[in-house]
């Protein structure tokens, strides 16, 4: 055999070497990062596709390529991609869905990386969404209080009265209002609640609910007491007792309510803030609309929120750079942008005064009025949660509130079945 030449062996040697280096950089050192985004709605896209482009003008050594992910699917599609070591570096999601990633060692803790700017401009209470143990594992910048969305014809011409952040109506008002405005075929509200779980959980903070309770050793339990029956109850007894609130919506999504409600089938919809977009763009021309304060409970206004997050990906090279485009997109000018192209509201502080938030047209008002109140989801640092709400909380509160079971079992399976769930995560 012929012995090859070595100048052939070290022209092949340098050519192989050169493909396997840069991995997520290039030939002349420019770094690129991946931001998988959950935007969807047009406004909100466009917004951060705008932002990316500004970003990359500015920073020629530090590309990020913007990736379009979804909310179905996040989940999933993120454990898929955290296991197979192809993770985004930049990570769009809600506080509610990170805990197991986060202990999974899954997401960079951003303690030492997000700026003092960035920590002292979002409220601690809603840096406490995104801190597990002592880390501090995505930065929150969306939030969205749930509201009444109302027929505001339909509630002048009966004379209610209409409640105010300053002046909520109780869970026992609103259950009055909703039996007085009901009748002949109407209904005083429609509880879209396909996804019961967190709409309950969160509304239940006004009346000082918990559910889940931490003990001395750590370890998380399930408790159903007095204070979180209210909302439940409340919403049982509308469907149930009253006939105020319609029950061909229980299993309904948000938008499957919209028709109904502008066809004068419901006076009112529990919605999130974020609803309104599909309301102006959906209403039929001269359909008065209006936002109301959810009711208030022993904790007044209080509810839980999962903001929307940002967070870093703990097998990404370039972890500063990611902090860095992070601290970029959520400057308050840009976080403004953001909570406007998706209707919501920002957590900055410096972001929230901005006029055009708090204008009474599509009553953006109401809602930054709202942004005080909101806390820390109950569930969310909780271990196993994403299993407890899929294989026993949703179906639990789905057949209370469709009749078929009694408080008495809602509370024994979210209770017994519950901790049997979260006991597997905590051993």
């Not at 985004?88 to 986060?102: E, G, K, T």
């Not at 469709?402 to 408080?407: E, N, P, Q, R, T």
């Not at 024994?412 to 519950?418: A, M, Q, S, V």
Request: proline letters at 6%; one cysteine or more; glycine letters at 10%.
């Amino acid at each position: 055999m012929r012995r090859a030449n070595p100048v052939v062996l070290v022209l092949v040697l340098t050519l192989l070497l050169a493909g396997c280096a840069g991995g997520d950089g290039t030939d002349d050192g420019r770094v690129t990062l991946r931001f998988q985004s959950l935007a969807w709605q047009q406004e909100s896209v466009e917004a951060n596709k705008e932002l990316v482009a500004e970003w990359n003008a500015a920073h020629p050594d530090v590309r990020v390529e913007y990736v379009q992910g979804s909310w179905d699917s996040v989940h999933d599609q993120l454990l898929t991609a955290f296991e197979g070591g192809e993770a985004p570096d930049i990570i769009h999601d809600a506080s509610d869905d990170l805990a197991d990633f986060a202990y999974g060692g899954h997401l960079a803790d951003l303690t030492d990386l997000v700026s003092d700017r960035l920590r002292s401009d979002i409220p601690r209470r809603s840096w406490r969404t995104t801190t597990f143990g002592d880390g501090i594992y995505g930065v929150p910048f969306l939030q969205e209080p749930r509201v009444i969305i109302a027929n505001a014809t339909w509630l002048r011409e009966s004379g209610v009265r209409i409640p105010t952040p300053g002046d909520p109506w109780t869970w026992a008002e609103f259950r009055q209002v909703t039996a007085e405005l009901g009748g002949d075929g109407k209904y005083g509200v429609a509880w879209p609640l396909k996804e019961p779980v967190s709409a309950t959980l969160n509304l239940s903070l006004s009346t000082g609910g918990q559910l889940f309770h931490r003990g001395a050793d750590g370890k998380v339990t399930v408790r159903f007491e007095a204070a979180d029956e209210t909302v439940p109850r409340t919403i049982h007894d509308q469907v149930n007792t009253d006939g105020s609130a319609s029950d061909s919506t229980l299993g309904s999504g948000g938008s499957d309510t919209l028709p109904g409600f502008f066809g004068g089938r419901y006076a009112m919809v529990p919605l999130g803030f974020s609803y309104r977009q599909q309301i102006v763009q959906q209403a039929p021309e001269g359909f008065d609309w209006q936002v109301l304060p959810a009711p208030a409970g022993a904790d007044g206004l209080s509810q839980g929120v999962s903001p929307q997050t940002l967070s870093v990906a703990q097998d990404s090279p370039h972890k500063e750079e990611a902090a860095k485009f992070i601290d970029f997109l959520l400057r308050p000018e840009n976080m403004v942008r953001l909570a406007l192209g998706d209707w919501m509201l920002p957590t900055g502080t410096r972001a929230l005064e901005d006029p055009a938030l708090r204008t009474t047209e599509h009553d953006w008002a109401i809602g930054t009025a709202l942004a005080g109140h909101l806390r820390s989801a109950p569930a969310q640092s909780v271990r196993g949660y994403p299993e407890w709400k899929d294989k026993v909380a949703t179906p639990a509160f789905q057949e209370y509130y469709s009749g078929a079971i009694g408080l008495d079992e809602l509370r024994r399976r979210l209770e017994r079945d519950g901790n049997l769930v979260l006991a597997r995560y905590q051993r």
